[in-house]
């Protein structure tokens, strides 16, 4: 079975300063992965995603992660927030037959003026 | 319409009610999923439908009973729900295979 991590449940950033979230994953075969983003009362919003190919993905909204084997990890960033950034942002992860998604449990990320 | 809307928005319901939810995608696809999404809580997968049928029930109690008559169209009936089903439900679209899902505004269930 796979499982995903996102460390912190609260982040919080001062705007302009650098957006780090984290996400790490337990599969035992390459998995696809994805960060969605959900505004209040609003549903989840694809951010970007890895299938294969090039490690580092870009986004929406001047998102970016990185893919990296070794470390199992896929972490969430932006080197500038901005206060429409402020939601809350999921890591999920999809075996290779897209039956099974699984989803962490969600950072809520704050932008401080 | 576009993308995948859910009705109804919000939803007040006694533990004696009988009432279903509502999810339509307008994208083509082929996979529709319900999922759970509770306070504090990782998003619970709960049912999974490829071409209408359904592939996936992680073991949903049986107060909850999805239906989907068309690879467009899905519902959730819930009958007898308790206090603790108060949540807000997802519905999400996909083309089959490991692809991105779409997700609806989804329904804010409160049992009271």
């Known amino acids: 079975a796979q499982s995903v991590t996102q460390l912190g449940s609260h982040v919080s950033v001062s705007e302009g300063a650098l957006v780090l979230l984290r996400c790490n994953y337990s599969?035992?075969?390459?998995?696809?992965l994805f960060w969605y983003v959900q505004y209040p009362n609003q549903g989840l919003q694809l951010l970007l995603k890895y299938t294969t190919g090039a490690t580092l993905v870009k986004g929406i909204n001047g998102f970016e992660a990185e893919f990296k084997k070794s470390e199992t990890s896929f972490h969430l960033t932006k080197p500038s927030a901005h206060m429409s950034d402020a939601a809350e942002y999921f890591c999920?992860?999809?075996?290779?037959?897209?039956?099974?998604?699984?989803f962490g449990t969600g950072t809520s990320l704050t932008v401080i003026p | 319409e576009t993308g995948v809307t859910q009705t109804p928005r919000h939803l007040v319901m006694g533990m004696t009610n009988k009432k279903s939810l509502k999810c339509e995608q307008h994208l083509g696809h082929n996979a529709m999923y319900w999922y759970k999404q509770s306070a504090k809580k990782p998003l619970e997968l709960m049912f999974v439908?490829?071409?209408?049928?359904?592939?996936e029930n992680n073991s949903v109690p049986s107060r909850f009973s999805p239906e989907c008559p068309n690879s467009s169209h899905l519902f959730l009936h819930l009958h007898t729900l308790q206090p603790e089903d108060s949540a807000l439900y997802l519905c999400?679209?996909?083309?089959?295979?490991?692809?991105?899902?779409?997700f609806g505004p989804g329904t804010r269930l409160t049992v009271t």
């Open positions: 999920a992860v999809s075996d290779q037959s897209g039956n099974q998604f699984y």
């Open positions: 999400a679209s996909s083309q089959l295979g490991p692809f991105e899902q779409y």
């Open positions: 599969s035992s075969v390459p998995p696809y």
């Open positions: 439908y490829n071409f209408k049928e359904q592939t």
